[in-house]
């Protein structure tokens, strides 16, 4: 299932393999402290935390 999909049959009360996970925002403070403990710096660009994309350019596009 792609984002699309599963974003579309969330909003209409449909079927989905798994919520849409979505982070926007972290704590600076808990960044550090994660970071102290292990996390990667990388770890937005490796998608540690299985998050789907972020749609940033407006509700009107197509992310197919």
């Known amino acids: 299932m ?3 999909e599963r974003r579309e049959a969330v909003c209409t009360f449909g079927t ?9 925002y972290f704590w600076p403070e808990t ?3 994660w ?7 990388d770890w937005a660009e490796t998608n540690l935390f299985g998050f789907d994309p972020v749609d ?3 509700p009107n596009v197509d992310l197919g």
């Open 16 to 24: 989905v393999d798994h919520f849409p996970r979505q982070e926007f």
């Open 35 to 41: 970071q102290g403990e292990g996390l990667p710096e």
């Open 31 to 33: 960044l550090e402290r």
């Open 2 to 4: 792609t984002y699309r």
């Open 56 to 58: 940033v350019r407006g």
